[in-house]
């Protein structure tokens, strides 16, 4: 267990980023000691969340945690530990929204492909579309993706409608993406209320 973030502090001696550079090194290699390697199936992940912390409180501004969570971590073949790093990278996310939205846009696909939790991905889509102003329009915008894949057609029509409306939006090829999504979505909702009825 990492020793408290005020006596890390006291012990970097003013250096703390380079103090979690050098944490870092050693959760990494925890795995992979003289003698032995531990699966990361079976490391004790809530330990590991600790670390995690403890790093990105010495160092805000480090991204390499949040890496090892969405794509270290997080691929390991235990859905539980799995959400558990997710869930780490989107509370991480909530604290510094305009630095850290590409890992949370990594564990919303992930979510996705790999755990096929569509509602999962749509929350964490959603909360970037919210929180992160700075990021992408692709992935402010996921989340209407998300939303069209879980046949939530009109939901989906109503966002474009309103991002359309709102006049924040210059950039042509936005506008252009936001249309033919819109169209499409339109042609998906019609043949939907079209389908007989099982």
């Not at 890992?103 to 991905?121: G, V």
């Not at 990021?135 to 991002?163: C, N, T, V, Y």
Request: charged share 25%; with cysteine.
């Amino acid at each position: 267990m990492p020793a408290p973030v005020p006596i890390l502090r006291v012990v970097s001696l003013g250096e703390p980023a380079a103090l979690a550079q050098v944490l870092t090194l050693y959760l990494q290699a925890f795995d992979n000691q003289p003698g032995i390697s531990i699966p990361f199936r079976e490391l004790d992940y809530a330990m590991v969340v600790e670390w995690l912390n403890t790093i990105l409180a010495l160092d805000p501004i480090g991204q390499y945690p949040l890496l090892m969570a969405a794509h270290l971590y997080g691929q390991v073949p235990d859905p539980a530990r799995t959400r558990l790093m997710f869930e780490f990278v989107h509370k991480q996310f909530l604290k510094d929204p305009d630095r850290r939205w590409r890992w949370l846009a990594n564990t919303a696909l992930a979510c996705k492909h790999r755990l096929k939790d569509l509602p999962l991905a749509l929350h964490y889509a959603q909360e970037i579309a919210r929180f992160a102003p700075a990021a992408p329009a692709w992935a402010r915008q996921m989340h209407i993706i998300l939303l069209e894949d879980l046949g939530e057609f009109e939901s989906a029509k109503i966002l474009i409608g309103g991002l359309l409306e709102s006049g924040h939006i210059n950039d042509k090829y936005e506008l252009r993406f936001l249309f033919d999504r819109l169209k499409a979505l339109e042609q998906k909702a019609e043949k939907s209320s079209s389908a007989p009825k099982k």
